[in-house]
């Protein structure tokens, strides 16, 4: 059964950092992949990043309001998926998915999710 | 790039059909059809109903089925059942590596 599993979530200032991880189990980590997805409070969902697999470069993209201050990396040999998030700001407050990307279900179909871990950016 | 345009809200009775819109442009929904719908029950992960614009996954009814015209995109789900009572949000390529996703859809099934 795939399973993703974040985790890393917790209340921060603005302008602090915080790194999330994703544990990923039940199909092969380092050919998919991986991307982050985030509700705010209220609001829809939001892509925030991808990160290819290695045979396809491993290289990230990232939406433009996080652009310059996420970082999305992944370690294969452990199964993990990471977001790293520097100079967090007050709109950066929801619940942050991992999920595969184009796995199962073709380029660009959001194939299985995570359950979610909540960081809330606040004084 | 703004997210996709969805209706707050769609309701309807057992067994009736109900048609969700998701609305974009020509550089997201109707340059691309790598459209995909999904469904998320209270307090549980989304899950994908339709994946490249009418494609279903194994598993998922035959009452859910997706369309395109143009810059819009639509999810139908026929023989309304109570269970199908859930938030339903749609996502495109955008270009440029991007991906858009809708504001979702509460569809309440009366």
């Known amino acids: 059964e795939v399973q993703l599993v974040e985790s890393g979530g917790g209340l921060v200032k603005p302008g602090g950092s915080l790194r999330l991880s994703c544990a990923a189990s039940g199909f092969t980590f380092s050919k998919a992949w991986m991307t982050w997805v985030r509700q705010a409070p209220g609001k829809g969902l939001e892509w925030v990043g991808r990160?290819?697999?290695?045979?396809?470069?491993?290289?990230?993209d990232y939406a433009a309001p996080v652009k310059g201050r996420f970082t999305i990396s992944r370690e294969d040999s452990e199964n993990t998926l990471y977001l790293q998030m520097d100079n967090l700001k007050s709109d950066d407050t929801a619940v942050y998915y991992c999920a595969t990307e184009g796995y199962v279900y073709g380029f660009h179909a959001v194939d299985t999710w995570g359950q979610g871990t909540l960081v809330t950016v606040s004084s | 790039q703004s997210a996709l345009t969805q209706p707050p809200s769609a309701s309807g009775s057992p067994g009736q059909s109900v048609t969700i819109s998701c609305t974009g442009t020509?550089?997201?929904?109707?340059?691309?059809?790598?459209v995909s719908w999904y469904q998320r029950h209270p307090g549980k992960a989304p899950k994908v109903m339709v994946y490249g614009v009418n494609k279903r996954p194994s598993g998922v009814p035959d009452r859910f089925s997706g369309s395109k015209s143009g810059n819009t995109a639509s999810l139908t789900v026929s023989g309304l059942r109570a269970e199908d009572e859930a938030d339903y949000y749609c996502?495109?390529?955008?270009?440029?590596?991007?991906?858009?996703f809708g504001g979702g859809t509460k569809l309440t099934v009366l």
């Open positions: 990160i290819r697999s290695k045979t396809n470069g491993g290289t990230p």
């Open positions: 020509s550089s997201d929904i109707g340059g691309y059809n790598y």
């Open positions: 996502s495109s390529y955008a270009g440029g590596s991007n991906l858009l």
